[in-house]
């Protein structure tokens, strides 16, 4: 989730505050994952293992939010995953693989290119399977925000603020998101699907995604007013605040202090 250089992607850039770069949280999905759709041939099951991973992680995130739901007495309606190749249309516009892979309020849907993870290794400095699941999981934690209403009263507040409150409120937005990916790495942790190094993997992905990292990375200086993502350290402390409880409560970013 720019998930490093804020780029500002028409209806999503303004509802999400995605820069091209820190995209890097990403969710994607394959035909084979049960909700998932495909703009585009894919490799069949067993044929592509990335894609083979990507449908696995989607569907343990449909896993822990049906519970979640259902335990708040709501039901959860999967986001619909698409992979596509270069380009590929959205409800918010052109879903472009330069932008990495982002969410989509208006159709709910989730797109990627999964060259993306190509610069997650090789550019951002973030390997590993583990990490590519925390990229999944953040976006479809956009997925839940847009469910619950959380997305819907952003689009409706930033009309009446400035550009740099509305890169604030996008930052609680997307710290959200961390923690909600942090309580999926808490879910597949008690279903016994986590190895040595997982959780490391994720968290060094958030310190290279984080807008000061970027920045410095990328022009030299940070600017603190146009973060739109959160820093190294308050994207790492999200995550671990959801993996360490598992629990929704405490991913709270819009209180005062936060």
């Known amino acids: 989730m720019g998930i490093g250089v804020v780029v500002i992607i028409l209806i999503v850039g303004v509802a999400l505050g995605i820069n091209p770069m820190s995209l890097l949280d990403g969710s994607l999905g394959t035909g084979t994952s049960g909700s998932g759709s495909v703009s585009r041939p894919l490799p069949e099951a067993g044929q592509d293992d990335l894609a083979d991973f990507v449908a696995v992680v989607v569907q343990d995130t449909e896993d822990l939010w049906t519970e979640v739901f259902i335990e708040n007495g709501m039901t959860y309606e999967p986001a619909t995953v698409v992979l596509f190749a270069d380009t590929d249309s959205s409800a918010c516009g052109l879903a472009d693989a330069r932008t990495g892979p982002f969410y989509c309020p208006g159709d709910q849907n989730v797109y990627i290119d999964l060259s993306f993870y190509e610069t997650l290794r090789n550019q951002f400095g973030a390997p590993g399977d583990f990490a590519q699941a925390y990229v999944i999981a953040h976006e479809i934690g956009h997925h839940v925000q847009n469910l619950v209403g959380v997305l819907p009263e952003y689009s409706r507040a930033i009309q009446s603020m400035s550009e740099e409150q509305a890169n604030a409120y996008s930052v609680r937005i997307e710290l959200q998101a961390d923690c909600y990916a942090g309580i999926w790495a808490s879910y597949v942790g008690e279903e016994n699907l986590l190895e040595n190094g997982d959780i490391e993997e994720a968290i060094n992905a958030a310190e290279q995604i984080g807008d000061d990292a970027i920045q410095r990375r990328t022009q030299g200086v940070v600017i603190p007013k ?33």
């Not at 973060?227 to 995550?239: K, L, P, V």
């Open 226 to 258: 146009t973060f739109t993502h959160g820093t190294s350290a308050q994207r790492q402390e999200w995550f671990e605040r959801g993996y360490s409880s598992g629990n929704v409560g405490q991913c709270d970013t819009f209180s005062d202090g936060f």
